[in-house]
């Protein structure tokens, strides 16, 4: 039985990882009092009055949903809403396991983005955060942006928990290699929503989570080669021409073997098998190589190293420096919630990378980043998080 296998059986046995379980037993007809009417009658009365009380009397304070289309799950692309249940649930009991969150999975049988929108909204009084999930690029930009004022954090984590674990393993890749981050040429490999979110969070950080000095160079392509203002294909998609003017400075056409002259990182969001062992020789001295696409990254481990790289990182865990989004999410939340943050900020993203580069005190070639199943981790970046909240908003 290989993992696949295994996996399905045990979801048969479990029908399900999670369930909902009470914190107070009824055990007599006071208890039901308390619970329900009457007595629960105050409550609503308390909140009525004050709806912030919310937070302190019922659910909401440790609890988010987990809201996604199906649009674009793990590597599987646009499988639905039902087959999206699994993989949102598994998110779900990773919230509980390492931060203590409760999370919903809300799976949506839309794809029309107005209609996530407004779904989102309606339900956010029950929730102290959203956690959108494998929503497909561009829509996946809009619907976010959309939610940014609701009153509590909404954040998509294809895009910036991707970032944030990438620009963790970047600092303490320049670290061991010895590069000043600020003068780095970076190249990306896929412009959809983890190469989007991974070029914008580079371009606003330096060394100092509270300083904003952008790499030197960051260099983005996609199916059809390097991004540019000069491409026509690309002025239809919004996002991708956005993504063009903040990168790219030099305005260098080409492929993606042409972006890789002189590179100090390739960093791997794409496709399968697209870097090709010899660019690697075109790169700069200790190229730094994180070839993130699953199953299969854009280049193995050891064709990598064979063909010159100082360090590889990819998405696995049966791989040295796995770049996991499990590393970021459970903590940016725990600490979101923790600091009742209204939104999650640039700072606060730049704050939660520097906060996990830093649990790992001693970073090598092969160990850059700590376990994901390191079950400190993330109050170490919910504190950096609430922190950063509390000092932005004088609270």
């Known amino acids: ?182 003068s780095l040429k970076v190249v990306i490999s896929g412009a959809g929503a983890a190469g989007t979110a991974i070029a914008q969070l580079l371009l606003c950080v330096g060394h100092d ?52 002259h002189g590179a100090d990182v390739f960093i791997g969001v794409s496709t399968g098998g697209v870097l090709r062992p010899e660019w690697i020789k075109l790169m700069s001295e200790k190229p730094i190589v994180f070839a993130m696409a699953n199953p299969n990254p854009e280049i193995m481990p050891d064709e990598g190293i064979q063909a010159g790289a100082y360090i590889m990182g990819t998405g696995r865990s049966d791989f040295p420096n796995q770049v996991n989004n499990v590393l970021a999410f459970p903590g940016v939340f725990l600490g979101a919630l923790q600091a009742r943050a209204k939104t999650i900020t640039n700072s606060m993203k730049i704050g939660a990378a520097f906060a996990l580069a830093s649990t790992v005190k001693h970073p090598t070639v092969d160990n850059i980043l700590p376990s994901a199943l390191d079950k400190n981790v993330p109050k170490i970046i919910a504190n950096a998080v609430a922190e950063i909240w509390k000092e932005e908003n004088k609270l």
């Open 209 to 260: 989570p509270k300083v904003c000095e952008p790499v030197r160079e960051i260099i983005v392509c996609d199916s059809k080669g390097i991004l540019s203002k000069k491409r026509t294909d690309i002025s239809e998609n919004p996002w991708k021409r956005r993504l063009a003017t903040i990168t790219n400075r030099n305005d260098v056409e080409g492929s993606l073997k042409d972006a890789m």
């Open 1 to 182: 039985m290989d993992i696949y296998q295994e996996s399905v059986a045990l979801h048969k046995k479990l029908k399900g990882k999670i369930e909902i379980k009470t914190k107070f037993k009824v055990k007599n007809k006071h208890d039901l009092s308390l619970v329900y009417t009457p007595g629960v009658a105050e409550v609503s009365r308390d909140i009525a009055r004050d709806p912030h009380k919310a937070y302190d009397l019922t659910m909401k304070g440790n609890s988010i949903a987990i809201v996604s289309d199906g649009s674009a799950v793990l590597g599987l692309g646009n499988i639905g809403p039902y087959a999206a249940i699994p993989v949102m649930e598994g998110k779900a009991l990773l919230f509980k396991e390492y931060a203590g969150i409760n999370a919903f999975p809300i799976t949506v049988h839309t794809q029309n983005s107005f209609e996530i929108i407004n779904l989102v909204k309606n339900i956010a009084p029950v929730f102290a955060g959203v956690n959108l999930e494998d929503i497909s690029a561009p829509r996946c930009f809009e619907i976010e942006e959309a939610l940014q004022d609701i009153g509590i954090p909404v954040f998509h984590d294809d895009q910036h928990g991707t970032a944030i674990v990438l620009l963790a393993a970047l600092i303490n890749a320049t670290k061991v290699a010895k590069k000043d981050m600020r």
